[in-house]
């Protein structure tokens, strides 16, 4: 089993890289950012909570992902080849909960890609997107600060937590989407050999 983990900014290109791989190498996407979208649109129980932070750019308690990506593993471990995670872990509580959890399931993660943006085109991005995929927590230059904010005092440190584990792979994620793919799959097909 092959589990990769798509690390990057918001904005970084990691679900669209995500969908590319995915195909290529027969890895379950998971986006906890699209589950949670899901949820909210469906109205469910999660999803009431999942707005309340989503909207102000906020991450949810470590607690609440936790147990849903455990619930996502589960249920679709058997249908794949591995996963791509893209969104999480997003805290350094998130990937230590999920090293333990991986234990607990047989599992582990093989590699971490770190998809590195400058701040400035990262904002270019966002804003673009927040029109065409009609995204709220795009939109507005604070709620966009935010979250670019949360990214380098949360989730940043993870990088130096994987790097710890000689699972970490830094690449260049401006330019063509093919080039950048190229250099995701380069790094896969490293571990699948
Ligand atoms: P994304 O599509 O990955 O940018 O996620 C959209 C929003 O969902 C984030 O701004 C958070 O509010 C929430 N979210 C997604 N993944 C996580 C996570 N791993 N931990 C906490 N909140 C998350």
Request: include cysteine.
């Amino acid at each position: 089993m092959l589990n990769l983990i798509l690390f990057g900014a918001p904005g970084a290109g990691k679900g669209t890289q995500a969908k590319i791989i995915s195909e290529k190498f027969s890895l379950k996407h998971i986006s906890t950012g699209d589950l949670l979208r899901s949820e909210v649109a469906n109205n469910t129980e999660l999803g009431i909570i999942a707005k309340k932070y989503m909207h102000k750019g906020n991450l949810l308690p470590d607690d609440v992902i936790i147990k849903m990506v455990e619930k996502y593993i589960k249920e679709h471990r058997n249908c794949c080849k591995g996963f791509i995670f893209d969104g999480f872990p997003r805290t350094l509580e998130q990937a230590e909960a999920f090293d333990k959890m991986l234990v607990r399931l047989e599992m582990e993660v093989s590699l971490v890609v770190n998809i590195k943006v400058e701040t400035e085109i990262l904002i270019e991005r966002l804003q673009k997107r927040a029109i065409i995929e009609n995204r709220k927590d795009d939109s507005e230059k604070s709620i966009i600060q935010n979250r670019l904010s949360l990214f380098e005092e949360k989730t940043l440190p993870i990088r130096e937590y994987y790097k710890k584990q000689a699972k970490l792979n830094d690449i260049d994620g401006k330019g063509d989407i093919e080039d950048i793919s190229q250099k995701i799959e380069d790094l896969v097909l490293q571990k699948v050999h």
